[in-house]
């Protein structure tokens, strides 16, 4: 005697609760990446002023950085006193028909002379004016 099968339900995924999770997940990437900020990795403690600038250029610049012990980047990247004068002529170069903004931070504690060293090298790289971040005394 046969016996009849019972038919198995195949299964099903519903798509539409995947749909909402990934949707959800690319929000949560969009939104985080507008926020984002290139920023070097070294603490930087900036001098106060009683009138700080808010705004240092139009286009977004590129920031170089002394930090307290005398260290020089650019951007993220550390580079050495000797290297400055190319790293700037070099982006200077791959912005063409743009112009470079370029703005200084320094360590308030960062010595005098090295945050002379990197003015008079950017002066042989052909900078002739550089705006400084700073802090508004509160």
Do not use: C, H, W
Request: hydrophobic share 45%; glycine share 4%.
């Amino acid at each position: 005697m046969k016996f009849p099968r019972p038919r198995r339900a195949s299964p099903v995924i519903t798509i539409v609760s995947l749909i909402d999770i990934l949707t959800i997940v690319l929000i949560f990437f969009v939104v985080t990446m507008t926020f984002k900020t290139q920023q070097a990795q070294v603490q930087i403690n900036l001098p106060e002023v009683k009138v700080a600038a808010d705004k240092v250029s139009e286009n977004e610049p590129v920031i170089l950085t002394v930090s307290e012990n005398g260290d020089i980047y650019l951007g993220r990247d550390k580079i050495a006193l000797e290297e400055v004068g190319a790293a700037i002529k070099k982006l200077q170069e791959e912005r063409k028909p743009q112009t470079l903004a370029l703005a200084l931070k320094a360590d308030e504690k960062a010595s005098y002379g090295a945050v002379l060293a990197v003015l008079d090298a950017l002066k042989q790289a052909g900078i002739t004016s550089l705006p400084a971040f700073t802090k508004q005394k509160s």
